[in-house]
């Protein structure tokens, strides 16, 4: 049992070495990756020297927990696999993924084993019941939140062909201040502004084609780490402000963009970093952030209740501990520390009557200083104001940018 172990640890201790330091993403370096990759690789060799020495409920717990990790480490190749093809460190995830299989396996084998059948009947199933649960908190507040953040700093969408947007543009490339290539889009401005939108060419073209019809310039780039740009992925965005700085880069050498016309609008995460690089830089003049969420530890937290906040305390610190040594990277500020910065420029906040995401509007209402406007779309769910109330819409969002450009 502890040979099957050891090997299975060690598969998944090949891809954390393989995907940090031999194969890194494309832009990135092993020296970008020394948390993400130590750190994991030495809780993976700690367990491994403790594993033998301890008993067999112990051991079976360790192997447990372990597991559905190394099979969340594969699931970067199986969505290349049904994506683009396998590729780079896919090879070694679904060696880790078949490993995290196996060390369920030998979890749930080594429970079996080790089970007492020499005391009362009632005690045995007390103490079972016991033990159900606690695995069930283990999976709550350990296992579950590593497995998301994992996932969220290593799982990226799938490279997709940028769809046809249906106006002149310019394809560039766009250079991050640590190196990075960001693929992008520029349609050219007619009325001497122009606004960034954000994230993702694909995500954004229905704006891009309204505030273009309407004479506005429209920069669209992909977030680091997916579509055709370089970097590690990270679904909350916090690494995204330097591909924000590069996009207001580019549109501040534009011959077309007249200083002090520079717009940014933001949808979901990209709603977020759009607050934030307005208040780090006061280029962008005028803001629209639409579905912005909490993206920190500290906004999660103020919205959880009382009870919530006992009971997920655990859960919690797993998930933004992690988030940050797989991201190799710290928390940004809170949004509601951020946005006061921002004043005394305008900023347009958006959000859905229903079906809204981390809801975060009313904290970031009360922050603002500069002038604020908001709508609460009756319609649709989390970032549907364009498709379903799009005349409505149009007349709010580029009424905003006529009136602040």
Request: no cysteine.
């Amino acid at each position: 049992m502890t040979r099957f172990f050891t090997v299975a640890v060690g598969a998944i201790a090949l891809h954390v070495v393989d995907d940090n330091f031999l194969q890194p993403n494309a832009g990135t370096s092993a020296g970008d990756h020394l948390v993400s990759g130590l750190v994991p690789l030495a809780v993976l060799a700690l367990l491994a020297a403790l594993y033998p020495r301890v008993r067999a409920g112990a051991q079976a717990t360790i192997a447990l927990m372990l597991g559905p990790l190394g099979v969340i480490a594969g699931a970067e190749a199986v969505r290349s696999l049904g994506a683009t093809g396998l590729n780079g460190d896919d090879f070694t995830g679904l060696l880790a993924m078949t490993a995290g299989a196996v060390l369920i396996g030998l979890g749930v084998v080594t429970l079996w084993r080790s089970r007492r059948v020499d005391d009362r009947l009632v005690r045995r199933y007390a103490r079972r019941a016991g033990l159900t649960v606690l695995g069930l908190l283990l999976t709550v507040q350990v296992v579950f939140p590593l497995m998301l953040s994992y996932g969220f700093t290593h799982v990226s969408r799938p490279l997709e062909p940028v769809r046809d947007l249906g106006v002149p543009h310019e394809r560039l490339t766009l250079t991050t201040s640590d190196g990075l290539k960001l693929a992008a889009m520029y349609v050219p401005s007619k009325n001497g502004a122009a606004v960034i939108a954000f994230p993702n060419r694909n995500g954004v073209q229905a704006h891009a084609r309204m505030l273009a019809r309407n004479g506005y310039g429209v920069l669209m780039l992909d977030r680091r780490g997916e579509g055709g740009s370089e970097g590690d992925p990270h679904s909350f965005g916090w690494t995204f402000d330097k591909d924000l700085e590069a996009a207001i880069e580019y549109l501040s050498r534009r011959p077309d963009v007249e200083p002090g016309r520079i717009g940014g609008y933001g949808k979901s995460v990209g709603g977020e970093m759009m607050l934030q690089a307005a208040a780090q830089d006061d280029r962008i003049a005028a803001v629209v952030s639409e579905g912005a969420g909490a993206r920190v530890q500290s906004e999660e937290m103020e919205d959880a209740t009382t009870l919530d906040r006992w009971l997920y305390r655990l859960h919690y610190e797993v998930k933004y501990r992690s988030l940050e040594v797989f991201s190799n990277t710290s928390q940004p500020d809170d949004l509601t520390d951020l946005i006061p910065r921002i004043a005394p420029r305008p900023v347009f906040l958006i959000n859905a009557a229903h079906g809204e995401v981390d809801d975060k509007t009313p904290e970031y209402l009360a922050a603002a200083r500069g002038p604020v406007r908001h709508w609460e779309v009756p319609e649709g769910r989390h970032t549907d104001g364009i498709e379903v109330m799009p005349e409505e819409y149009e007349r709010r969002v580029v009424g905003f940018f006529d009136e602040t450009l």
